[in-house]
């Protein structure tokens, strides 16, 4: 029988960690189409992580914060969450289009990274129309950079909703952002508020989903 029940588990909890992988996405990707098993390994390593302390961040950051924001995207991919997000036009929201209307990247303390942002996010949306899976990454990796906008709230609010897409753009943040780059951060902080929310709020519903 070899492994038997726990192979899934013990398979999941092997292709998550392997975040340097030129496939990683894909991978994260198959342990999303898993069964129960994967499901109970992932949570597992969400529900180990606590980011109560400030100083624990550049820690938590270095090792596995990226494991652990796959491991999200994954559950919600096994629980079939973020399909009504998905339904949403992002694209077409008021306030969205209201904040790219006008050289957006005035907004930000990042605004190379909006010029770049929004070069392959017009590119790919007239190539491919709203429908790529890209574009939201994209349009989320706008939207958390701008930390000068009056909006800057609720455009984090639509990020949040965003779900995987938000939690990819996050971690681009992170990636991308030196954490001693005092230029841009309020930008890093206000995303790991953001990202910590995100994840307390995927513990809250598998913690809920498991006692149903």
């Known amino acids: 029988e ?3 029940e ?7 909890g092997i292709l998550i960690r392997l975040d340097r992988a030129e496939n990683y996405k894909q991978l994260v990707a198959e342990v999303g189409s898993m069964g129960v098993n994967a499901r109970e390994e992932l949570l597992a390593l969400v ?7 400030e100083d624990e961040w ?15 995207i994954a559950l919600d991919a096994l629980d079939g969450i973020g399909k009504e997000a998905e339904e949403i036009d992002w694209h077409s929201d008021d306030k969205i289009c209201a904040a790219l209307a006008d050289r957006p990247h005035r907004f930000s303390s990042d605004p190379s990274g909006i010029l770049m942002y929004m070069r392959t996010y017009k590119n790919t949306i007239d190539r491919f129309g709203g429908g790529d899976s890209d574009s939201l990454f994209m349009l989320a990796s706008i939207l958390v950079r701008l930390d000068k906008h009056k909006e800057y709230d609720k455009l984090l609010e639509c990020v949040y909703v965003m779900g995987k897409p ?6 681009a943040v992170f990636e991308q952002i030196p954490e001693r780059d005092m230029e841009r951060q309020e930008i890093l902080k206000r995303s790991r508020i953001l990202w910590s929310r995100m994840m307390a709020r995927t513990r809250r519903r598998t913690a809920k989903i498991g006692k149903s």
């Not at 726990?6 to 999941?12: H, N, P, Q, T, V």
């Open 2 to 4: 070899g492994l038997g």
């Open 6 to 12: 726990d192979w899934e588990r013990l398979l999941a």
């Open 47 to 53: 529900r180990m992580q606590r980011l109560e302390e």
């Open 58 to 72: 550049e820690v938590f950051k270095g090792k596995k914060q990226g494991i652990v924001t796959h491991a999200c």
């Open 166 to 171: 938000g939690f990819s753009a996050l971690h």
